[in-house]
Antibody
């Protein structure tokens, strides 16, 4: 059974950092691209970032470029999102998702909440 | 960036009704469009991928179609468990973009 379990969320002050993790199991992690998608309170879904199978290719939405870094450790079957210089508008539930070779997301984690507030 | 316009933004329908939700793309994305069902407190659930393909475990009352740059998600006979927000996603090119969602409620 495919499982994606996020962790690392919480309350953080503006300007500080947070690192999210997504532990994957039930499939060969290194064979799949991965992504982070978020949903701010009362808002819709937003794609945040994606990473290729080996980690050599990464993609970001404009609002997080230079602040967020997506990475993966295939030996640990874990996806990460390093979030620096956090802003109040980054407050959201963050989901990790498995990305098929064609690009769509076929499995999602339960999500982890990030609140940026002083 | 590619814009996806979903319509209507919300709707209500009765049990057993045929319901169609629409997603219009601002530029050509081929069939690289998927649909997700989202309920409060749950992760999004894949419903349709590559515009017309049913995701694993999705009931056959759901279907996807495409006409040019217009994409539709149709429920042939609405059931109570189908109430949710439905989002379309284009994955033709980065940055991937979601539509704003259609909230589907029971009348």
């Amino acid at each position: 059974e495919v499982q994606l379990v996020e962790s690392g969320g919480g309350l953080v002050q503006p300007g500080r950092s947070l690192k999210l993790s997504c532990a994957a199991s039930g499939f060969t992690f290194s064979n799949y691209g991965m992504a982070w998608v978020c949903q701010a309170p009362t808002k819709g879904l937003e794609w945040v970032a994606s990473i290729s199978t080996g980690g050599g290719n990464t993609y970001y939405r404009d609002s997080v470029k230079g602040r967020f870094t997506i990475s993966r450790d295939n030996a640990k079957n874990t996806l990460y999102l390093q979030m620096d210089s956090l802003r109040s508008e980054d407050t959201a539930t963050y989901y990790c998702a498995r990305q098929r070779s064609s690009g769509h997301f076929d499995y999602w984690g339960q999500g982890v909440m990030v609140t940026v507030s002083s | 960036d590619i814009q996806l316009t979903q319509s209507p933004s919300s709707m209500s329908a009765s049990l057993g009704d045929r319901v169609s939700l629409t997603c219009q793309s601002s530029q050509g994305i081929g069939n690289y469009l998927s649909w997700y069902q989202h309920k409060p407190g749950k992760p999004p659930k894949p419903m349709i991928y590559y515009a017309t393909n049913l995701a694993d475990g999705v009931p056959s009352r759901f279907s996807g179609s495409r006409s040019g740059s217009d994409y539709s998600l149709t429920i042939s006979s609405l059931e109570s468990e189908d109430t949710a927000i439905y989002y379309c996603l284009q994955y033709d090119e980065y940055p991937y973009t979601f539509g704003a969602g259609t909230k589907l409620e029971l009348k």
